[in-house]
């Protein structure tokens, strides 16, 4: 991405008050270490994906994030304004 590199991208999105409810999750072909985890966990990533993906490891994965974000916004949606 020119200009900024997705570690921005997650803390300008969290920054946000519109757009921090949005899971963030990093797809990378990046090697798998700490310093790595750690950069994107606190930039406000949810979850990593490592290249090469596997598909069925990407569905669980998916899965797994899509129920509590779903629930969350069926509760804020809910809310009187």
């Not at 899971?23 to 750690?38: G, K």
């Not at 406000?44 to 916004?73: E, H, T, Y």
């Amino acid at each position: 991405m020119p200009g900024m590199d997705g570690y921005e991208v997650a803390s300008f999105v969290r920054a946000r008050k519109k757009t921090r409810h949005i899971p963030i999750v990093f797809l990378t072909a990046l090697y798998r270490d700490d310093s790595n985890l750690l950069q994107a966990y606190s930039a406000g990533a949810v979850d990593m994906v490592f290249k090469p993906v596997d598909p069925l490891i990407l569905r669980f994965q998916s899965l797994g994030l899509r129920r509590p974000f779903i629930s969350s916004r069926r509760r804020s949606s809910a809310r009187p304004s």
